[in-house]
């Protein structure tokens, strides 16, 4: 038993935190990782130098989201109570040391602990958590800001630990990762932090790894840009893609691309078969979304455009529709009630569009059991469309995007995270962005109204009625009902419609039908597509990690061989 208490602590990783013991081991989890690898650093820079007092000129820590903050407070504990330093000494190392990564702007993603809870379990660290609230106070009366805005920014505020503030306040740097996402940052979410600290906060858009997400996952496209490039060096550095913009309007050459999309996605077929048991034809377009399964991220709209579509082929409102599969994967918080009540929706609505024998060889709907790395390279390489459709606003980033632009595929999206810069380096022409922008959305959600939006729009209404008119079933969960009600009356932490799902609808699927009409002529579509591709290297984690170390981490750029 003692043993299988132990090896909780790690064994599952992000647990269900609805509840008070999982709470518990969350943060349990956090300490244990942070604590044993600040003291692992300590022992071998001592082991190295044999002093602490350098330790700030030789080391460099990138807070990756709010979860690892607590080793803030660790390593200035560790600091006082295993080598003498006073507090401000140790707190001076730790803001050099330190530098904090925000993947978010959504409040209830930044972390926060109760006070009573840290002070039960981690009572060295809640005092040190104290002393830094207090001396963040005082220094904010040294920069004379007004006691109410120091309260609504402090480390503590009624009995909650803030640990964005922490970051923020004990380290060097703050930076977003994307260039839209470090704006909303400055201009709303931090912007009181933005005004106190300017020079700190940086842009660091996020990137992949063309050698996982292109050269492993799909060896046929690689081969083809080794042999036009007459060199395997863009593996390592990934802009030389941009050479192949020559070959954009070559027949030849975009014939060989479609024949490998093609058997990228006979290949994805064959998976999907073996792994669902679900047959796919793979010579219809592939319409691809995956990775977090949230309300942000809008599979719902998703779910609803295919209903639309469904109902305009009925009706014969939507003619001359090309076979398509729509796909998804994602994973989720397994507290997360309402995201599975979205899976069970997409998944009724696959049922649905299966059993009708005039909708069946024109939609398959297919959500993919168990998704995950393996999966998600062979989603990636077998796409036809990709889907990024997060209110603009909400998504910080995103690197699914990124994955299947690089592997030749268009993105259908939202102006939102990176799809701005995706745009700005391919072209808005060769992808179909649609929907409220940033700048639009809080003058339109002032006087938004979903139930007036229905009212007067009937196409709408009637797929948001699927949800309870009986049209599919939720096993009488009352999940569905719960989804219809948070869209048209809200709950009592959001306003109605909040990710502006059925707002967005009409312009989404619209674009959706471009690119499903214009997908006929295949030479012009893969132009389109081979164009992403080729101005994929922004995007290369190279950059990316380069960026840090040479703003961030003020160390020399890593050479990669």
Same mark, same amino acid.
């Given at each position: 038993?003692?043993?299988?208490?132990?090896?909780?602590?790690?064994?599952?990783?992000?647990?269900?935190?609805?509840?008070?013991?999982?709470?518990?081991?969350?943060?349990?989890?956090?300490?244990?990782?942070s604590?044993? @690898?600040?003291?692992?650093?300590?022992?071998?820079h001592?082991?190295?130098f044999?002093?602490?007092?350098?330790?700030?000129?030789?080391?460099?820590?990138?807070?990756n989201d709010?979860?690892?903050?607590?080793?803030?407070?660790e390593?200035?504990l560790?600091l006082?109570?295993?080598?003498?330093?006073?507090?401000?000494e140790?707190f001076?190392?730790?803001?050099?040391v330190f530098?904090?990564?925000?993947?978010?702007?959504?409040a209830?993603?930044?972390e926060?602990?109760?006070?009573?809870?840290?002070?039960?379990y981690?009572?060295?660290?809640?005092?040190?958590i104290i002393?830094l609230?207090?001396?963040?106070?005082?220094?904010?009366?040294?920069?004379?800001?007004s006691?109410?805005k120091?309260?609504?920014?402090?480390?503590i505020?009624?009995g909650?630990?803030h640990m964005?503030?922490?970051?923020?306040?004990?380290s060097?740097?703050t930076?977003?990762?994307?260039?839209?996402?470090?704006?909303?940052?400055?201009?709303?979410?931090?912007?009181?932090?933005?005004?106190?600290?300017p020079?700190r906060?940086?842009?660091?858009?996020?990137?992949?790894t063309?050698?996982?997400?292109l050269?492993?996952?799909?060896p046929?496209?690689?081969?083809?840009?080794?042999?036009?490039?007459?060199?395997?060096?863009?593996?390592?550095?990934?802009?030389m893609?941009k050479?192949?913009?020559?070959?954009?309007?070559?027949?030849?050459?975009?014939?060989?691309?479609?024949?490998?999309?093609?058997?990228?996605?006979d290949?994805?077929?064959?998976?999907i078969l073996?792994?669902?048991?679900?047959?796919?034809?793979?010579?219809?377009?592939?319409?691809?979304?995956?990775?977090?399964?949230h309300?942000?991220k809008r599979?719902?709209?998703?779910?609803f455009?295919?209903?639309?579509?469904?109902f305009?082929?009925?009706d014969?409102?939507?003619?001359?529709?090309?076979?398509?599969?729509f796909?998804?994967?994602?994973?989720s918080?397994?507290?997360?009630?309402r995201?599975?009540?979205?899976?069970?929706?997409?998944?009724?609505?696959?049922g649905?569009?299966?059993?009708?024998?005039?909708?069946?060889?024109?939609?398959?709907?297919?959500f993919v059991?168990?998704?995950?790395?393996?999966?998600?390279?062979?989603?990636?390489?077998?796409?036809?469309? @990709?889907?990024?459709?997060?209110?603009?606003?909400?998504?910080? @980033?995103?690197?699914?995007?990124?994955?299947?632009?690089?592997?030749?595929?268009?993105?259908?999206?939202?102006?939102?995270g990176?799809n701005?810069?995706?745009?700005?380096?391919?072209g808005e022409e060769?992808? &179909?962005?649609?929907?409220?922008?940033?700048?639009?959305?809080?003058?339109?959600m002032?006087?938004?109204?979903p139930?007036?939006?229905?009212?007067?729009?009937?196409?709408?209404?009637?797929?948001?009625?699927?949800?309870?008119?009986?049209?599919v079933?939720?096993?009488?969960?009352?999940?569905f009902?719960?989804?219809?009600?948070?869209?048209v009356?809200?709950?009592?932490?959001h306003v109605?419609?909040? &990710?502006?799902?059925?707002?967005?609808?009409?312009?989404y699927?619209?674009?959706?039908?471009?690119?499903?009409?214009?997908?006929?002529?295949?030479?012009?579509f893969?132009?389109?597509?081979?164009?992403?591709?080729?101005n994929?290297?922004?995007?290369?984690?190279?950059?990316?990690?380069?960026?840090?170390?040479?703003n961030?981490?003020?160390?020399?750029?890593?050479?990669?061989?």
């Amino acid at each position: 038993i003692e043993k299988a208490k132990i090896e909780t602590i790690s064994y599952v990783l992000y647990p269900n935190d609805d509840n008070e013991a999982g709470k518990l081991l969350r943060l349990r989890q956090e300490y244990f990782f942070s604590a044993a @690898s600040i003291k692992d650093l300590v022992n071998k820079h001592i082991n190295t130098f044999g002093t602490i007092d350098n330790f700030s000129e030789y080391n460099a820590i990138q807070l990756n989201d709010t979860h690892p903050v607590i080793a803030v407070p660790e390593l200035i504990l560790q600091l006082t109570r295993d080598f003498g330093k006073t507090f401000d000494e140790s707190f001076t190392i730790a803001q050099k040391v330190f530098s904090y990564t925000n993947h978010t702007i959504m409040a209830e993603a930044l972390e926060k602990w109760g006070a009573d809870i840290i002070a039960q379990y981690l009572p060295e660290i809640y005092e040190v958590i104290i002393k830094l609230n207090e001396k963040f106070v005082s220094d904010m009366y040294d920069l004379k800001l007004s006691r109410k805005k120091i309260d609504s920014m402090k480390l503590i505020q009624d009995g909650t630990i803030h640990m964005a503030n922490i970051a923020i306040y004990s380290s060097s740097y703050t930076n977003g990762v994307a260039e839209i996402h470090t704006q909303i940052l400055k201009d709303t979410a931090l912007k009181d932090w933005y005004k106190v600290f300017p020079k700190r906060f940086q842009n660091k858009t996020n990137g992949i790894t063309q050698r996982r997400w292109l050269a492993l996952c799909n060896p046929e496209l690689s081969a083809m840009i080794t042999e036009l490039l007459g060199t395997d060096k863009w593996v390592t550095n990934l802009d030389m893609l941009k050479e192949l913009e020559k070959y954009a309007d070559n027949h030849e050459i975009l014939t060989k691309f479609l024949d490998i999309k093609q058997v990228k996605k006979d290949q994805l077929s064959q998976f999907i078969l073996k792994s669902e048991g679900i047959k796919v034809d793979s010579t219809s377009i592939f319409d691809i979304q995956i990775k977090r399964l949230h309300e942000y991220k809008r599979q719902l709209m998703n779910a609803f455009s295919i209903l639309y579509i469904y109902f305009g082929i009925k009706d014969g409102t939507i003619k001359n529709f090309n076979k398509t599969t729509f796909i998804f994967g994602a994973k989720s918080a397994p507290g997360y009630k309402r995201a599975k009540g979205i899976i069970k929706y997409i998944n009724e609505i696959a049922g649905l569009c299966a059993n009708d024998p005039e909708v069946k060889d024109l939609i398959k709907v297919v959500f993919v059991s168990d998704y995950r790395v393996s999966y998600a390279e062979k989603l990636v390489s077998g796409a036809d469309i @990709s889907e990024q459709i997060s209110t603009a606003g909400t998504e910080a @980033s995103g690197t699914g995007n990124m994955k299947f632009m690089l592997n030749g595929t268009c993105t259908l999206g939202t102006y939102d995270g990176a799809n701005v810069e995706i745009v700005a380096e391919a072209g808005e022409e060769n992808n &179909y962005i649609f929907g409220a922008r940033v700048e639009e959305l809080d003058k339109i959600m002032k006087d938004y109204d979903p139930r007036k939006l229905c009212s007067e729009n009937p196409k709408i209404k009637r797929v948001l009625n699927t949800l309870i008119d009986g049209t599919v079933s939720d096993g009488g969960t009352g999940v569905f009902k719960d989804l219809y009600f948070s869209l048209v009356d809200g709950a009592s932490w959001h306003v109605a419609d909040n &990710y502006y799902v059925l707002g967005d609808l009409e312009s989404y699927v619209e674009a959706k039908l471009k690119a499903n009409a214009e997908y006929v002529n295949r030479i012009a579509f893969a132009k389109k597509c081979w164009l992403n591709m080729c101005n994929a290297g922004k995007f290369s984690s190279d950059r990316t990690i380069n960026d840090y170390a040479k703003n961030i981490w003020k160390i020399n750029p890593i050479a990669i061989e």
